[in-house]
T-cell receptor
Framework: GQNIDQPTEMTATEGAIVQINCTYQTSGFNGLFWYQQHAGEAPTFLSYNVLDGLEEKGRFSSFLSRSKGYSYLLLKELQMKDSASYLCAVTPRGQAGTALIFGKGTTLSVSS | ETGVTQTPRHLVMGMTNKKSLKCEQHLGHNAMYWYKQSAKKPLELMFVYSLEERVENNSVPSRFSPECPNSSHLFLHLHTLQPEDSALYLC???????????????FGNGTRLTVT
């Protein structure tokens, strides 16, 4: 079966660092995506990992361990505008008829 | 216009109505998708199209009927829906099929559907 787990909610303060974890069990693996979704808006692409290690993009970094079925999204120097839902999604390997499988999302609330 | 555009943004319909959701992408992508987003649930894949051909029907009830007349447009025709079908319906596109590549999905803002 396909299963992606992430915490439902997290809170943090401005300027802090927060780590959002994601674990997955899927039939094959062809990459992991992180998306950000503000309330009432479309999900937007943040990062993609297919090899083990850390990918850094400004204040956001994403880490992957394929052997552990584990990823995290690291947000540094948090700002109020980072309050959003963060979606972890996995592409199963080589299946034409599938697209991304999403977790339920983690709602992050940033306070001042 | 750029990106993925969905209309209408909001739709209220009765269970006996017939309506259609429209999606248009201006990115030159080859694949398009319909997802359903309900509260407290993960995004659920409904339909996948690649170059206007349906690749997968993900066991979606027949009261949802997709149509892809060309690679830029995607419709979701709705008829005799149930109240539990109330949700946010998101359209997305990607350069190539997400299942076979690392192409990220680009989403529209969605249609908030309420079935009364």
């Amino acid at each position: 079966g396909q299963n992606i787990d992430q915490p439902t909610e997290m809170t943090a303060t401005e300027g802090a660092i927060v780590q959002i974890n994601c674990t997955y069990q899927t039939s094959g693996f062809n990459g992991l995506f992180w998306y950000q979704q503000h309330a009432g808006e479309a999900p937007t692409f943040l990062s993609y990992n297919v090899l083990d290690g850390l990918e850094e993009k400004g204040r956001f970094s994403s880490f992957l361990s394929r052997s552990k079925g584990y990823s995290y999204l690291l947000l540094k120097e948090l700002q109020m505008k980072d309050s959003a839902s963060y979606l972890c999604a996995v592409t199963p390997r080589g299946q034409a008829g599938t697209a991304l499988i999403f977790g339920k999302g983690t709602t992050l609330s940033v306070s001042s | 216009e750029t990106g993925v555009t969905q209309t209408p943004r909001h739709l209220v319909m009765g269970m006996t109505n017939k309506k259609s959701l429209k999606c248009e992408q201006h990115l030159g992508h080859n694949a398009m998708y319909w997802y359903k987003q309900s509260a407290k649930k993960p995004l659920e894949l409904m339909f996948v199209y690649s170059l206007e051909e349906r690749v997968e029907n993900n066991s979606v009830p027949s009261r949802f009927s997709p149509e892809c007349p060309n690679s830029s447009h995607l419709f979701l025709h709705l008829h005799t829906l149930q109240p539990e079908d109330s949700a946010l319906y998101l359209c997305a596109s990607s350069q190539d099929l997400a299942g076979l590549s690392n192409s990220p999905l680009h989403f529209g803002n969605g249609t908030r559907l309420t079935v009364t």
